[in-house]
Each structure stands twice: as C-alpha cells, then as structure tokens.
C-alpha cells in the first residue's frame, strides 16, 4: 500500500489502459470461436479479401521500396515484384468497392455501428492518392505523364501549392510511408471495431417496413446476441 491508501498496480497506467482494453474488446469478440451462421454468404468474404490484397500489397511494395527504381524497371525479378503489387492494388480496390457498396445496401451502420462504416468508407477515400502517388512513383513515361496531368487538375482547383506531383522525393514519401500507415491505421481500427459491434446482419422484409428506429433497435439487440456465439460456428469471414 502507499501514502493514498492504493496499491502501486492501481496507479499504474499500463493497468489502466490494460482494463479499458480489455473491456472495450473482451479476448471472446476480439478472436471468437464462431460466427453467425449468415457470415458463411459469399457477400461476406470481400472484406477478407480485401485485407490480403492490402497485404500484399504492403508485402510486395515494402520489397520494391527496398530495391528501388533501378531494380524493378531493369530485373526481371524486379519486374515480377512491380506487376504484384500493381495488380494487387487493382485487386484492392475491386474487392473493396464490392465490399463498400455490398455494405451500403445493407445498412451496415445500424445497430450502433456508424464508426464501423465510416472508418471503412474514410479507408477508401485515403486509399486513393495513396494509388495516385504509387503512379507518380513509378519513374517511368507513364508516372511523367499522370503527374503533369493530375499537377493541372490540382492547379485548377486551387490546392497544386500543397502538394507538388512533379517532385518525385516528395510523392514517394506520400506513397511509401505517410499514406500507407494512414490505410493500414484506418483498417485496423475498422476490423476492431468489427470485432467490438459484430458483423452486421442482412436486411430481412420486416427491416423495409418496421419503422426505423424499432428496426434499428431490434436488429441491433439481434446482432448482440448472435455475435456472442449463439449460431453454429462457420468459418471467419467479414
């Protein structure tokens, strides 16, 4: 005990935020043993796919950054790693588009989870100049190209002063470090708030004629308990 009467770990605040962690996302939500039995629909699985195209492309890309331009516009290895992660990209953003608009026509912020939407939705608009300065990057016709026509549209709109797309150091930093830990921020918090709120059910009938805020209460309550393990297992998909 000390001079205040509490025990040293009570005042510590590696303790405190251990119990307002643990609290926040018990181990159960955080790395559950099933899912509801809904999750197992093939509309479900794009935010997983999702997740390893982004994966790879932090992989493939964290090997080009390495290497440098010499290496991927002259080796063939190098040529390998650089269409990976080009198309892992392309891929990115095909699966998150499903998974945005799949999410839209469900209304996947019912049942309290408007963060859950909004880190999703705030993840793709960051997602692109993120793209953007991965083009400018490349060091080649094709980046000389696209940074002069996106400089004038920028120019026109009055924000070019901010940011200069013909600087080749100052689009790689964008695209090697500040935008890729601001996507991989977003999504992490996105899949914890996931985690915390459950997958959002689907809509049924009663959803489209049930006023609103009955709805939204409801399904919410549902959502709770079917995210506590009450369905049979299937397998982990979001």
Do not use: C
């Not at 492309?57 to 950054?65: K, R, Y």
Request: hydrophobic share 50%; charged share 10%; glycine share 10%.
């Amino acid at each position: 005990m000390t001079a205040t009467g509490q025990p040293p770990e009570e005042r510590s605040w590696t303790v405190g935020v251990r119990r307002r962690a643990l609290a926040a996302l018990p181990p159960d939500k955080l790395l559950p043993d099933s899912q509801p039995s809904y999750v197992a629909s093939w509309i479900y699985i794009f935010g997983v796919l999702s997740l390893g195209a982004l994966v790879t492309v932090i992989a493939s890309g964290t090997i080009l950054a390495t290497k440098g331009p010499g290496w991927w516009h002259t080796s063939s290895l190098g040529h390998f790693f650089n269409s990976l992660h080009l198309w892992s990209v392309e891929l990115f953003f095909f699966f998150m588009v499903i998974h945005l608009w799949a999410k839209f026509w469900m209304s996947a912020w019912r049942g309290g989870r408007a963060r859950v939407w909004m880190t999703g939705a705030i993840t793709f608009i960051v997602a692109i100049p993120a793209a953007l300065t991965g083009y400018i990057s490349q060091q080649n016709f094709d980046a000389q190209w696209i940074s002069t026509q996106a400089k004038d549209a920028m120019n026109a709109t009055g924000i070019g002063s901010f940011f200069n797309l013909l600087n080749f150091g100052q689009m790689y930093g964008y695209h090697v470090f500040l935008l890729p830990l601001a996507v991989v921020g977003l999504v992490a918090a996105h899949v914890l708030l996931v985690r915390k709120h459950g997958v959002v059910p689907p809509l049924l009938l009663s959803d489209l004629t049930t006023p609103a805020s009955a709805t939204a209460t409801a399904r919410g309550t549902a959502a709770g308990t079917a995210s506590a393990g009450s369905p049979g297992p299937v397998s982990e998909a979001e």
